[in-house]
């Protein structure tokens, strides 16, 4: 605040005698930029760089900014009774002036005490995140610009990931310290998590460290290093942001989760609700997918137009259908459709809602509408591992078994911690059978059904491709392990699962089974 004007960086508004003053939002950030940093010289080319980005622009575009904040304050070039200019220099804001404390937003929910209380602060909204530019240690040289530009990228992706709010490059860069104090910085932009790092430049070599902190505790949710050739910077530093998307997808959901176990039931919001879903819904079995679906269904109750809570349910539904849970397979058929189309309705740009029209797909043996809706779940989150990994599947059974292999690698470089972990592997073990490599299908099927999370289907998988590479024992062993599992399993069973379209392929399997009493 300066004489009768107020500058609300929360409302992005200029307001004089209460009256709000049109800027354009260049010269308000033009004019913020000033203001907080009053104390001192502002330098023509830290303006460009915040205001722009660091984009080359002419000296005319920096002057007529200037201009414009000037004529919004009532200032001009002559009387510069707010805006300074030191001629090849910078600038700087010389009015007296002084921040008024931003007001404290209370709702029903912030009330809640104790355990409650922390699971919907910083907003009972879905997660949100700021990037923040990441320190540089070392002599940069030409690659000084690394420290910003790689937190840039991550913020333009994780923006279309839209299950999390994402803080815009204006407001999260300009926290830029040697050590940033990450509650304050979850205080002063209303975030949950922030996402800082460390790019070290020794000779050659560059080293970045990145972690992710909880903004409500300082706790430290994931951590990351990647080292590589400095020259190799711009080849592969579209795969260092790729695996952090990918473990952001895994780690924040997780902790939403952990989070959401404090509270009471009866005070879970809907995101809270929603994120304890996900957690019952990826351990694959007949108790847990229903505590999932009452969790889903609770999150549609308190926000009846949250798209992902449905898209849950629709998942929850076809785990009932894939896996056998239920008695009524074909209503649980309809419900998964239904659930997904109603999510599409509220968000057609959510890569997990298309993910799970695609699979509802997969129950009606329709591979090819399947695939549509996957590659859409893949174009709007190129980084989206579940995604990739269920095309990966559509593709294997239906006959493309290089394709399935090759979306299969990615799923899991991509998500080498995801819970659908052994899924990958047993599709990739599928689609070297598809090929006719029985050797490296039987290995991977192996390991898929002794990974964390295998269901009774990846044990069939296994059986199947032992069989197929001639290992009679280890067959039989997998089938002990399938009928204990599950006494009920058939032939039948496994195609309505696996509906491959491959002929060669079916017969071959087919005989495999039946071959091992099935």
């Known amino acids: 605040m300066f004489d009768d004007f107020e500058l609300d960086a929360g409302k992005v508004e200029l307001r004089k005698a209460g009256a709000n003053v049109g800027v354009e939002p260049q010269v308000f950030s033009l004019l913020l930029l000033l203001v907080e940093n009053r104390e001192r010289l502002v330098s023509k080319d830290e303006i460009i760089e915040k205001i722009w980005d660091g984009r080359i622009v002419s000296e005319s575009a920096l002057t007529s900014r200037i201009k414009f904040a000037r004529q919004a304050l ?10 300074r200019t030191l001629h090849g220099q910078g600038f700087r804001f010389v009015a007296e002036a002084r921040t008024a404390g931003r007001p404290k937003i209370e709702t029903a929910l912030t009330k809640l005490g104790g355990a409650a209380k922390s699971v919907v602060d910083a907003g009972a909204a879905k997660p949100s995140i700021a990037v923040l530019p990441f320190r540089l240690v070392g002599i940069a040289g030409p690659y000084a610009t690394i420290a910003d530009a790689l937190p840039h990228e991550l913020i333009s992706e994780l923006s279309r990931l839209r299950w999390l709010f994402v803080i815009a490059r204006a407001s999260s860069f ?27 430049i020794a000779g050659d070599r560059l080293n970045i460290a990145v972690e992710l902190a909880d903004t409500r505790d300082g706790g430290v949710v994931w951590g990351d290093r990647f080292s590589c050739n400095i020259a190799d910077i711009h080849e592969i530093r579209g795969q260092i942001i790729s695996k952090v998307i990918a473990a952001l997808e895994i780690y924040i959901p997780l902790n939403e989760a952990r989070a959401a176990r404090l509270a009471s039931p009866e005070n879970l919001d809907a995101w809270a609700a929603y994120h304890l879903g996900l957690q019952h819904m990826f351990r694959f079995n007949a108790k847990d997918n229903a505590e ?55 968000d057609r740009l959510d890569p997990f809602v298309n993910f799970t029209m695609g699979r509802a797909h997969w129950l009606e043996s329709d591979l090819d509408g399947s695939l549509s809706w996957l590659d859409r779940a893949i174009s709007l989150s190129p980084n989206y591992a579940q995604g990739v990994y269920a095309k990966s599947w559509a593709d294997t059974i239906s006959g493309r078994g290089a394709a399935g292999e090759e979306n299969a690698n990615l799923a899991m ?51 199947v491709t032992s069989n197929l590479n001639g290992e009679r024992d280890k067959a039989a062993i997998w089938a002990a392990n399938v009928r204990e599992r599950n006494p009920n399993v058939t032939k039948e069973y496994f195609f309505q699962s696996f509906p491959f379209k491959d002929e060669k392929s079916r017969a071959r399997i087919s005989k495999a089974i039946s071959e091992l009493g099935f």
């Open 413 to 463: 470089e991509l998500s080498p911690l995801d819970p659908f972990f052994y899924a990958m592997l047993g599709t990739r073990a599928l689609s070297h059978l598809v090929r006719g490599d029985d050797r490296a299908a039987a290995r991977w099927a192996d390991e898929a059904a002794r990974a964390p999370g295998a269901h009774v289907l990846i044990a069939m998988i296994a059986m």
């Open 174 to 200: 300009r926290f830029r310290s040697t050590d940033p104090d990450i509650e304050q910085v979850g205080k002063a932009l209303n975030v949950r998590y922030c996402l800082s790092g460390i790019v070290e």
């Open 292 to 346: 999932a679906t009452a969790m889903f269904e609770c999150a549609i109750a308190k926000e009846p137009d949250f798209a992902r809570a449905h898209a849950g349910l629709s998942f929850t539904h076809f785990q009932n259908v894939f896996l056998r849970y239920s008695g009524e397979l074909q209503a649980d058929r309809t419900a998964a459709r239904r659930y997904a189309e109603r999510g599409i309705e509220l």
């Open 74 to 83: 009532g200032d001009d070039g002559k009387t510069q009774k707010y805006i």
